[in-house]
């Protein structure tokens, strides 16, 4: 077959490199070095040959016709040639003078992640990526660099040029990512680049052989549930007693159950779980629904298939991509099901030397089919803390009467609605999701002349989401924990008034954008110019119709043809455009002084005529210190030291859906107000004010940054440190509520955010079979109002000096000073009645009368007179960090991924049903009991057990500085254990390649969050679809 | 070579220009869904759908305690008209969802910090000026209208008795309030960081308003406020003005007693509408109330209506629980069949004996309160109709528990209690007829210096009486010795008692105390059942009631709050008339005053 055995040396300047690697392109075959520089390794004619070590540049060397022998000589790196995508080019990384951060598609690899997002958490210091729950369809929070405006605002994320939703991308599919952090690195994305920009490149092929790979990933995913329910109902039972008793002076139970109940536990039989009281059959044991109905193991399955290769005239990457996430229902028809399909094709053909045509083509199908949400009564987080309820109907040998069992038996099985979620989740319809997203661009490159690249490129993109949600009928027994026997009545719970629900997005956008680069760098000179000419123009129109319809003829027919009820249509439209001419300059003198100058004149339907177009410049410098002659002496351990500089101007044009804000429209709607039968009464709402001189917010950032490569690229560092100033908030003036309807928006208010983000990697090739790399990523950023109107220092608006993320509170001892010990303490306690709650006594938490007026109250709510309140806590996350650890032996690598954060405070919302206080939702846990206040457990954690889900039982749910949380965490977000299978295997087998891999998805934790909350859905008020730790198991072949 | 380049790189710049050129309005994107001011305000739909948002806001009864109906889903346990006596002394909740109208109503209450407070003051408070803003823009753009002056002064009409009554409720409780009769923006500082304007003036606007409206609205307007609705609502804004200026000494309350009366007067004489009669005479009170579909009665002047799949309230579900049940003071209030008040008729068969309290009586009673035998009528229970013995008091097991002992039954519809979450279509009835009669009597006798004529009873207060059979109202009757204190004649005496009766958990009570500056009455104590050895033994043998018990005149009762923060009520008369301005309200705007006492 051609292959011949190649005899080679690897050196450098300094003479042979033992440890180099040698690797066949796309193939598992290689060897490396030893300690001469020499390997031996069998290649056939054509393949290509990639001579690496870490530090040095990577050299192909293609295998001619009986070629025997190889002498290559690798050139130290430097990073010489690192190159990193900036906007509308790409720029050689030791010559950037922005903040720009950048990750290979590597990151997102072997990794059983459903969407980038997960990938990115903790990788880039500063993108800071927050995941609300484990439901695939909900999309990661992306930021940049901490809070930015009141009004919101995010990253602007673009994949190949192209805004677009990276929750559907296939993160096989990415290349490189690339941050852009400061003005002057995102200053050619203008107004939309305020709060940073994204950049998303995907694969394109690479020049050589053909490249086929195919993935295959299976996993498995177990909610992370830190529930403890009281699965004992007696111990339940007396507990609630005492909550519902200290509230309301009731009991919750009574004595029959809980001599039931105490039966029960002492002999759980079916039998004893149910207990009779004249014609009434109440239910006294206890049920575990979490086990019954939340899967074990959810599975998740992805599988991909990309082709790619290139020849000096073509480029091709096509892939296929197909994603299954199974959720949490332990019922297999019945549960989530997520589908993603990816396709991705791109070619690029050069016509003549200096024509080039490119076309790409991606398409995302998604699949989602959830059952019908109705509330909170019926989701996991209720069902894993039912606890102590009925299910069903139970099977029992007599009901009322020795006998009387073929009078009930038709009822067995069938769910009492007031408590089983599961009856509505099995049969209660389903919320069904589809979407298509087709994105295609076409571009032409000119190269006219040397240095001169001309390039335009247009890319439609079309959605279309189809949503369906369907209510159907559940029938089911009246009745929770006891029927009455004599009286058994059918209902329909939450789902009395049944519906569908369909509902047609169409959504198109387009970008087009023509550029312009030149390059001139006259040969024997110092000197190096780069200059970017461009033109963007954006138009986005989206349109839906919604229609609704009520009583469906049969559950099973979801159509709205087969309803009989009333009928309710909507639709909307809205469309939005943007235009923009940028420039970049680059001059760079001596290959050491670099000089950037950015700059972007743009303009944005959004804003009226006068105030429409806006110029944002920006500046940046560098200096790479370590070329200079007088750091000579450094040379032997000071690779490389830059220090640069940047300070520029962008605009916020964000203003989320208010697509027209300068002009007043009426509203128009139809009321559920019914006129008379059926007849609902349509209506006209009068304009909103708004403000006709509304413009954009001006981000002014600054940045300075160091960069230093050290120890024979063993180390390598960056520091930035930055100033954000948003000026000219859009903000909502609050004016008094005698102006009946919300202030327009005005740019009003500025926010200062300051913060540092730190990168450094240490990597190192011990020998021949041995590497390990660490890599850190830690940031932080803090922001503070700087203007504000808010002349009377109302704590319900921002005021000048706030920092973002204050948690106002009482202030609350922890351990045992923090509560009343006895009801003496109370009556020489400060005077609490002005807290509108009653019936202080022993078990109460002791706010604290912080400004001695003998009375604990909330002031006026004012800056000057905040009662008693006062800054608990922060809830700004600072410090997040990632740290990966990378461990390589032989045909071994070992990947570690922490992620976390070390700083920040949370406060448990006090809404009724949140899971964290005692008693505030309607099941048990046993941190209730041993964590709850009585005179004999006198440092409990909790206040007297009291139920909290009534407004007076909210009086120890105060935001407080007792039950303040200390948010910080770390996570192992990733465990991946990689083996390359030894060539010789591979060969037997007949394929290139073989990689076998477990990965694990958040396997580990550590915080200071009391159970049951989860140091990273902080965003959800009761947990949603959970996250889960996942196992996967990957196999990875190149052919 | 080099020519063919450049025109490579002409064309593509020139496929960009054409793109961006040539199109001015590229940038101009106007609202593709939505209506702008000047292409609206043509035809009278126009003016019609505009005025159908008035009905849409007030829909919230929080924000817009006006017109109330019944709110849907867990709003249902507090926004009602039936719970607003909760802060009165004809029902006592104290489950811990209805405290914030026990705090109003025993004086334990404390300015709210915000508006939105979902606790005392915070609930039907100082805020809803959405729809003062969208009136006072629609009465600048009415006339726009290409209609006819009469057409166009029906629409004024509708905007401005909305505005009538959404001040007069604002009025009621606030006292001074500012005033706004045009579109505000950001920069009428005078007016947002204005202080409050006087009673006087306000009330004086708020009468202008409901003049216009009883002259110009029409009396067909199907679904919506007719000038039925403007004669009711002149009548009772003007007797709450004209009583609140009497017995609170503001002088000049002769002229709204008038203007009460006079409108009452031309509803009754329009014959528009007439008190509603049952089929079954057993039910001829309440019947109204249960009521799924109210459409064919002559009764109801304004309803709110709700349908499933459309619009529906949880009220029936949740009322039973949360109201507590009537009070001891309420149930005595009824008076005997021969018209007589319990303390005087010799038909009274006291209270020793549960049922016995029904004997004799005003039939209204029972048709307000649950009897014992009529459980099985009602098919009253807790998820459902049940066998057990009523009444049942919290603490029990089993059954529909509630605090007093007398569960409330007006209002109690088997159906749609016991149905599916948020499916029941019980309509809100905040106007009917039988209501503007009680304020003709009253505003006669008020005029009459406490006089009023045989036969003015006898269009009025003696038709609900024939109604339920009971005999007629005289202009003397005797005196109840148990009110001889009040100051006031017998007659008025037993028109307000009327009032109370025929009104109950409608959410009169509270208002008419306040104007009647009758607050003091909210400093007795509410008591339940009587709770002697015999009734204890009878109702609650196992002992399990944990409603505490006291004595009045030496009998035990259940009373409701002994035990609680509750238990002693304060009415401080300097204060508790006025309710205070929320905290962040003050914040925005001091100069709007505190009101005093808070």
């Known amino acids: 077959m051609g292959q011949q055995t190649i005899n080679g040396t690897v050196s450098d300047a300094d003479g042979p490199l033992p440890g180099a690697t040698i690797v066949v392109q796309g193939t598992n075959n290689g060897v490396s070095s030893d300690f001469d520089g020499n390997f031996t390794i069998q290649a056939n004619v054509g393949d290509v040959l990639e001579l690496s070590f870490v530090g040095f540049q990577t050299q192909y060397i293609t295998v001619a016709a009986n070629q025997s022998s190889i002498a290559a000589t690798l050139e130290t790196d430097n990073e010489l040639e690192e190159v990193v995508v900036t906007g509308y080019g790409t720029q050689k990384k030791v010559n950037l003078t922005g903040a720009v951060a950048a990750v290979t598609g590597e990151v997102l690899e072997d990794r059983p992640i459903v969407n980038v997002g997960e990938g990115l958490q903790g990788v880039i210091p500063n993108l800071n990526i927050d995941i609300r729950n484990g439901d695939p369809t909900t999309a990661p929070e992306f930021n940049i660099r901490g809070f930015e405006s009141i009004n919101g605002g995010t990253p602007l994320i673009l994949v ?11 993160p096989n599919d990415i290349a490189s990512i690339s941050v852009l952090k400061d003005a002057s690195s995102a200053a050619v994305y203008g107004a939309r680049a305020a709060f940073g920009v994204i950049l998303i490149e995907t694969k394109k092929g690479k020049t050589g052989k053909a490249s086929v790979s195919f993935t295959s990933e299976f996993s498995f995913g177990r909610p992370i549930m830190n529930i403890d329910l009281l699965d004992n109902p007696y111990e339940a039972a007396l507990i609630k007693n005492a909550s519902t008793q200290r509230n309301a002076g009731t009991d919750a139970f009574d004595a029959d159950y809980l001599a039931g109940a105490q039966a029960w536990v002492a002999n759980p039989t079916p039998e004893n779980a149910w207990i009779r009281e004249g014609t009434v059959l109440r239910h006294v044991g206890f049920n575990n629904f979490a086990d019954e109905f939340v899967r074990n193991w959810a599975p998740q399955q992805r599988h991909n298939l990309s082709v790619s290769g290139a020849t000096e005239k073509s480029n091709y990457y096509v892939s296929l991509g197909f994603l299954e996430k199974k959720g949490w229902i332990n019922n297999d028809d019945k549960n989530i099901d997520y589908d993603r399909y990816n396709i991705l094709a791109k070619t690029s053909y050069k016509i003549t030397d200096w024509l080039e045509m490119d076309t790409k083509v991606l398409v995302t199908v998604e699949e989602d089919d959830q059952p019908h949400f109705y509330n909170w009564d019926v989701n996991i987080n209720s069902l894993a803390r039912m606890g102590a309820n009925a299910v069903r109907f139970p099977d029992l040998p007599y009901y009322l009467t020795p006998g009387d069992r073929s009078q009930y038996e038709q009822y067995i099985g069938i769910p009492f609605l007031s408590v089983n979620p599961m009856a509505y989740i099995e049969n209660g319809g389903r919320d069904l999701m589809h979407q298509n997203d087709i994105l295609a661009t076409q571009g032409l490159t000119i190269t006219p002349m040397k240095g001169l690249k001309v390039r335009a490129e247009f890319s439609p993109n079309y959605t279309y989401v189809y949503n369906e949600d ?22 329909s719970g939450f789902s009395t008034t049944d519906f569908l629900e369909n509902r047609y997005d169409k959504r198109f956008y387009y970008v087009f954008n023509a550029y312009a680069d030149y390059t001139f760098e006259p040969e024997n000179s110092n000197h190096y110019f780069k200059a970017i000419v461009g033109f963007n123009q954006e138009m986005g129109n989206r349109h839906y119709t919604r229609a609704k319809a009520y009583s469906l003829i049969t559950p099973n027919i979801t159509n709205i043809n087969a309803t009989t009820g009333a009928q309710e249509a909507y639709s909307g439209a809205s469309h939005v455009s943007l235009r923009g001419a940028f420039y970049r300059l680059n001059y760079i003198f001596q290959d050491k002084y670099l000089i950037e100058l950015n700059g972007r004149y743009d303009a944005s339907s959004r804003f009226p005529t006068d105030t429409r177009f806006d110029f944002f410049p920006s500046f940046s410098a560098g200096w790479k210190i370590s070329e200079e002659d007088f750091m000579a002496g450094t040379s032997s351990w000071l690779d490389a030291l830059k220090i640069r500089g940047s300070y520029g101007e962008l605009g916020n044009q964000l203003l989320g859906n208010d697509w027209y804000p300068y002009i007043p429209t009426m509203g128009s709607n139809t009321s559920s107000y019914l006129l008379a039968a059926g007849s609902r009464a349509p209506y006209v709402s009068p304009a909103g004010l708004v403000s006709s001189d509304l413009t954009w917010e001006t981000v002014t950032s600054s940045n300075f940054g160091v960069d230093a490569t050290i120890l024979n690229n063993k180390l390598d560092l960056s520091l930035d440190i930055f100033t954000r100033t948003t000026k000219d908030m859009l903000m909502n003036v609050t004016y008094p509520d005698i102006l009946g309807t919300s202030a327009p928006k005005s740019n009003a208010a500025d926010l200062q955010t300051k913060g540092w983000e730190l990168a450094a990697t240490w990597k190192n090739q011990i020998n021949d079979d041995w590497y390990y790399g660490v890599t850190l990523a830690l940031s932080d950023s803090q922001a503070e109002i700087t203007k504000y109107d808010n002349p009377t220092g109302s704590l319900n608006e921002y005021y000048v000096g706030q920092k973002i993320g204050e948690i106002w509170g009482f202030k609350v001892d922890d351990g045992r000073n923090g509560i009343f010990q006895t009801d003496a303490e109370v009556a020489g306690w400060a005077d609490l009645t002005k807290m509108n709650f009653d019936g202080w006594k022993a078990g109460d938490l002791k706010y604290q009368d912080i400004n001695g007026d003998g009375v604990v109250d909330r002031g006026n709510e004012t800056l000057d007179n905040p009662g008693d309140r006062t800054i608990i806590g922060n809830s700004s996350m600072r410090y997040r960090f990632g740290l990966n650890l990378d461990l390589r032996y032989k045909n071994w690598s070992l990947n570690s991924f922490f992620q976390g954060i070390l700083k920040g405070d949370y406060m448990p919302p006090n809404g009724n049903w949140v899971a964290f206080y005692p008693f505030n939702a309607g099941h048990v846990e046993k941190y209730y009991v041993t964590d709850s206040w009585t005179p004999d457990n006198p440092d409990a954690y909790f ?18 500085s007792r039950y303040l949380q200390d948010a910080s965490y770390i996570r192992l977000k990733q465990l991946n254990l990689n083996y390359r299978v030894p060539q010789d295997i591979v060969d037997l087998i007949g394929v290139q390649s073989l990689n076998l891999y477990y990965s694990g998805q958040n396997l580990w934790e550590a915080t200071k969050m009391r159970k049951p909350l989860d140091p990273e859905v902080r965003p959800t008020l009761t947990q949603e679809y959970y996250k889960n730790r996942t196992h996967a198991f990957g196999v990875k072949i190149g052919l | 070579m080099m020519k063919n380049i450049l025109n490579k790189i002409l064309f593509v710049f020139s496929a960009s220009f054409l793109l961006l050129s040539c199109n001015d309005d590229f940038l101009e994107r106007q609202p593709l869904d939505q209506i702008s001011n000047s292409s609206f305000w043509n035809t009278e739909n126009d003016l019609a759908v505009y005025n159908n948002f008035y009905y849409h806001l007030v829909q919230n009864d929080n924000d817009y305690p006006i017109l109330m109906g019944h709110d849907d889903g867990f709003d249902s346990q507090k926004y009602s008209y039936a719970y607003l006596d909760g802060m009165t002394d004809n029902t006592a909740p104290r489950h811990g969802r209805g405290l914030a109208f026990a705090r109003i109503k025993t004086g334990k209450w404390n300015t709210p910090s915000s508006k939105n407070a979902n606790d005392a003051g915070g609930w039907f408070g100082y805020k809803g000026w959405p729809l003062i803003r969208a009136i006072n823009i629609g009465l600048a753009q009415y006339d726009k209208a290409n209609v006819s002056e009469s057409v166009k002064n029906h629409y004024k009409a509708e905007a401005r008795l909305f505005r009538a009554i959404f001040y007069a409720d604002k009025v009621s409780k606030y ?84 203007e009460a009366a006079s409108a009452a007067k031309a509803l009754m004489d329009s014959g528009a509408h007439s008190l509603h009669v049952a089929s079954d005479p057993n039910f001829s009170y309440n019947e109204l109330h249960r009521l799924e579909v109210v459409d064919g009665s002559p009764e109801p002047i304004f309803i709110q209506r709700y349908e499933r ?15 507590g049940g009537a009070t001891k003071s309420f149930v005595e209030d009824f008076l005997c069949e021969d018209g007589l008040p319990i303390s005087l008729s010799p038909l009274y068969q006291g209270d020793a004996n549960f049922r016995d309290l029904f004997v004799n009586r005003d039939p209204r009673l029972r048709q307000s309160v649950l009897h014992p035998d009529d459980q099985v009528l009602y098919r009253y229970g807790n998820h459902g109709p049940d066998v057990n013995p009523y009444p049942r008091i919290q603490g029990m097991s089993g059954g529909m528990r509630i605090y007093t002992g007398y569960h409330i039954i007006k209002n109690f519809q088997v159906g749609p209690a016991y149905a599916g979450y948020n499916s029941s279509m019980t309509p809100g009835i905040p106007l009917r007829f039988g209501e503007a009669l009680l304020n003709y009597a009253e505003a006669k006798a008020e005029l009459g210096g406490g006089t009023i004529s045989q036969a003015d009873l006898d269009i009025s207060i003696n038709l609900l009486r024939d109604r339920v059979g ?41 208002d008419d105390l306040r104007r009647w500056k009758q607050g003091k009455k909210l400093e007795q104590k509410d008591y339940g059942i009587r709770w002697d050895a015999a009734n204890r033994a009878a109702i609650d043998p196992d002992g399990k009631t944990i409603v505490k018990s006291g004595l009045v005149d030496g009998v035990e009762y259940l009373e409701i709050y002994k035990g609680t923060d509750f238990e002693n009520p304060v009415f401080d008369e300097s204060k508790h008339y006025l309710w205070p301005l929320p905290l962040d309200v003050l914040s925005q705007n001091p100069d709007l005053g505190q009101n005093p006492g808070w």
């Open chain 1, 160 to 170: 190949d040029g192209v805004p677009m939703d990276l929750g559907s991308l296939n």
């Open chain 1, 470 to 491: 369907q209510r159907t009928k559940v029938q089911g027994l009246v009745g929770g924990a006891s029927v009455d026997l004599s009286n058994i009545t059918f209902d």
């Open chain 1, 943 to 960: 206040h007297a057990a009291e139920t909290g889900t009534n407004n007076n039982g909210k009086k120890n749910l105060q935001y407080n």
């Open chain 2, 175 to 258: 006292g001074d309030v500012q005033w706004a009769d045009k579109e505000l923006t950001t920069s009428d500082d005078d007016i947002l960081y204005g202080p409050r304007d006087s009673r006087d003036f306000v009330m004086g606007k708020v009468l202008e308003d409901l003049n216009f409206a009883v002259a110009n609205l029409r009396s067909s307007n199907p679904g919506k406020l007719t000038l039925a609705a403007a004669q009711l609502l002149k009548s009772r804004i003007c007797l709450f003005e004209g009583t609140w200026r009497k017995y609170h000494n503001l002088g000049g309350h002769e002229q709204w007693l008038t």
């Open chain 2, 309 to 323: 799949g459309i619009r529906t309230n949880h009220f029936q579900n949740y009322y039973r629980n949360y109201n």
């Open chain 2, 470 to 510: 009971m005999p007629h109202l005289t202009p003397n009757p005797p005196m109840d010795p148990r009110y001889a204190d009040e100051g006031i004649s017998s007659i008025l005496v037993e028109i307000r008692r009327e009032r109370r009766i025929e009104l109950f958990i409608e959410g009169f009570r509270y």
